[in-house]
T-cell receptor, first 111, second 113 residues
Framework: KQEVTQIPAALSVPEGENLVLNCSFT??????LQWFRQDPGKGLTSLLL?????REQTSGRLNASLDKSSGRSTLYIAASQPGDSATYLC??????????FGAGTRLTVKP | ETGVTQSPTHLIKTRGQQVTLRCSSQ?????VSWYQQALGQGPQFIFQ???????GRGNFPPRFSGLQFPNYSSELNVNALELDDSALYLC????????????FGSGTRLTVV
């Protein structure tokens, strides 16, 4: 059974810092991996989708990498802004169409 | 193009009661997935509907049931509510029965007292 872990559970940084969020998964036989953003009490917004054959995806200040063999993904946020404050969730989709989420990293960017 | 709409946004029910949550999928999407998100946790997959048929189910008891209608909107029904059912219930629509490229709704916050 796939287990997805996100470290750290919470992170607080000053505005302007670059930061890295980590996601690890136990079964490397994945179909794809997605990073989502969730604002308090709200639904999820998809940020980046990495297919199993890809190593990374970029969108603006966000860059996500995938290392299937080691069961790891990172989300890099450059030049963080207060508006980036949210919970970031990693989700792994396997070949059986089973999608599992981590518990998320709660990010606070202080002005 | 409309997004995913969920109703109601908030709901308070008493233990033992039944509840129905509703979801309208994004235009062009024929697949709806339901997730339960407890406070401080990631979403847990309940089930998915693709072309009006159940297309996969997570580890939830039979008192969690669903429907998908010809217009691809969906309902989640929960019978015999328990206190632990208190959570944010999220609906996500997609195409082709896949659990990717989701568009999520804003969720229904259910509180069971």
């Amino acid at each position: 059974k796939q287990e997805v872990t996100q470290i750290p559970a919470a992170l607080s940084v000053p505005e302007g810092e670059n930061l890295v969020l980590n996601c690890s998964f136990t079964d490397s036989a994945i179909y794809n991996l997605q990073w989502f953003r969730q604002d308090p009490g709200k639904g999820l917004t998809s940020l980046l989708l990495i297919q199993s054959s890809q190593r990374e995806q970029t969108s603006g200040r966000l860059n996500a990498s995938l290392d299937k063999s080691s069961g790891r993904s990172t989300l890099y946020i450059a030049a963080s802004q207060p508006g980036d404050s949210a919970t970031y969730l990693c989700a792994v989709n396997d070949n059986n169409n089973d999608m599992r989420f981590g518990a998320g990293t709660r990010l606070t960017v202080k002005p | 193009e409309t997004g995913v709409t969920q109703s109601p946004t908030h709901l308070i029910k008493t233990r033992g009661q039944q509840v129905t949550l509703r979801c309208s999928s994004q235009s062009g999407h024929n697949t709806v997935s339901w997730y339960q998100q407890a406070l401080g946790q990631g979403p847990q997959f309940i089930f998915q509907y693709y072309r009006e048929e159940e297309n996969g189910r997570g580890n939830f008891p039979p008192r969690f049931s669903g429907l998908q209608f010809p217009n691809y909107s969906s309902e989640l029904n929960v019978n015999a509510l328990e206190l632990d059912d208190s959570a944010l219930y999220l609906c996500a629509s997609s195409s082709g029965g896949r659990r990717e490229d989701y568009t999520f709704g804003s969720g229904t916050r259910l509180t069971v007292v």
